[in-house]
T-cell receptor
Framework: EAGVTQFPSHSVIEKGQTVTLRCDPI?????LYWYRRVMGKEIKFLLH????????ESGMPNNRFLAERTGGTYSTLKVQPAELEDSGVYFC???????????FGSGTRLTVV | AQSVTQPDIHITVSEGASLELRCNYS??????LFWYVQSPGQGLQLLLK??????LVQGIKGFEAEFKRSQSSFNLRKPSVHWSDAAEYFC???????????FGAGTRLAVHP
């Protein structure tokens, strides 16, 4: 079984540019989560999809962040325009049913310069 | 508000020595508790979890954790550390609702030969 795949693994962009992160969950997993870890701090929840619907987006920092999950399969997280404080590691996770049985991806390290 | 504290940012132990990583949580109800590990270049891997029942939980890779309600703690232990255990360890609490996780800031473990 393929795991949760995230790409790119690393991205370096300039302040003001746009970046799109992608997450491919495990096939059949309805739940998809995005988390972020800013340098040295705790991993923080961003949002949760159930299939294609946003179930909880309380952790999204501001309207420069846009997450989509068209068709309930893969998800994208777009940052536009990127700011320096957006640098960090963005994790995606998926799970099946109403459980905490997450499988995490290896993350995308975003650096905004 | 729910929170997780990992007091030790960095710990160094010798190979073969015992290990205890501390975790304290703040949560109003009976918590769901987790320990994750992230090795370099890898995603977050679940080591163990506590939902209810026996307060001493066994996990993968020889790890165990003990839930102590009176101390609001869920410390991770291993009797004999291997060099391959060098990684970053995260404690988390499930916040109910949509299975959102609240993480601590992580403890980075270094293992001396």
């Amino acid at each position: 079984e393929a795991g949760v795949t995230q790409f790119p693994s690393h991205s370096v962009i300039e302040k003001g540019q746009t970046v799109t992160l992608r997450c491919d969950p495990i096939s059949g997993h309805d739940n998809l989560y995005w988390y972020r870890r800013v340098m040295g701090k705790e991993i923080k929840f961003l949002l949760h999809f159930v299939k294609e619907s946003k179930q909880d987006e309380s952790g999204m920092p501001n309207n420069r962040f846009l997450a989509e999950r068209t068709g309930g399969t893969y998800s994208t997280l777009k940052v536009q325009p990127a700011e320096l404080e957006d640098s960090g590691v963005y994790f995606c996770a998926s799970s099946q049913g109403s459980s905490y049985g997450y499988t995490f991806g290896s993350g995308t390290r975003l650096t905004v310069v | 508000a729910q929170s997780v504290t990992q007091p030790d940012i960095h710990i160094t132990v010798s190979e073969g020595a015992s290990l205890e990583l501390r975790c304290n949580y703040s949560y109003g109800a009976t918590p769901y508790l987790f320990w994750y590990v992230q090795s370099p270049g890898q995603g977050l891997q679940l080591l163990l979890k506590y939902f209810s029942g026996d307060t001493l939980v066994q996990g993968i890779k020889g790890f165990e954790a003990e839930f102590k309600r009176s101390q609001s703690s869920f410390n991770l232990r291993k009797p004999s550390v291997h060099w391959s255990d060098a990684a970053e360890y995260f404690c988390a609490v499930g916040s109910g609702g949509y299975n959102k996780l609240i993480f601590g800031a992580g403890t980075r473990l270094a293992v001396h030969p």
